[in-house]
Structures are given as C-alpha cells and as structure tokens.
C-alpha cells in the first residue's frame, strides 16, 4: 500500500556508451555513460594509465550485462 503516493515505474537500462580520449601521448582517459528508458542519462569515469584497452574490455563486458536490467535507484 502507497498511502496515496504515486509509485514511480522502474526504469531499465538501455544503453550503454564508452568513450576514450587521448590526453597526451602516454594518458588515455576512458568514460562510460548508462541510459535509461527514461531519458536519464549516468556518467562515470574508469582509467588505469597504461591498461586502458585491458580496463575499456572489462567497462564494455559488465556494462552491457546491465542492459535491459531494472535501475536501483539505491
């Protein structure tokens, strides 16, 4: 029971994105953006100087099992 609140739906993950950008000659950083069924979009940042097609392999394999799975909002 809601006790007169509206319950928001559950969005899903639909998207994912991974983008690197060359810094200097020896740094690559490495950028991920999630998007929801909503519209929301959530932003994050994973860099390992050095690993970064080891680090951009891993982003992409565990981010892509997120796709279609509910958001928590936690």
Request: no cysteine; net charge negative; hydrophobic share 20%.
């Given at each position: 029971m809601t006790h007169g609140r509206a319950t928001a739906p559950v969005a899903t993950i639909v998207g994912v994105a991974l983008t690197t950008v060359r810094v200097s000659a020896k740094t690559q950083w490495i950028f991920l953006e999630l998007a929801d069924d909503q519209g929301r979009l959530g932003h994050g940042e994973a860099t390992l100087q050095r690993r970064e097609a080891a680090v951009a392999e891993r982003v992409v394999s565990v981010a892509t099992a997120y796709l279609?799975?509910?958001?928590?909002p936690q």
């Open positions: 279609g799975q509910p958001v928590d």
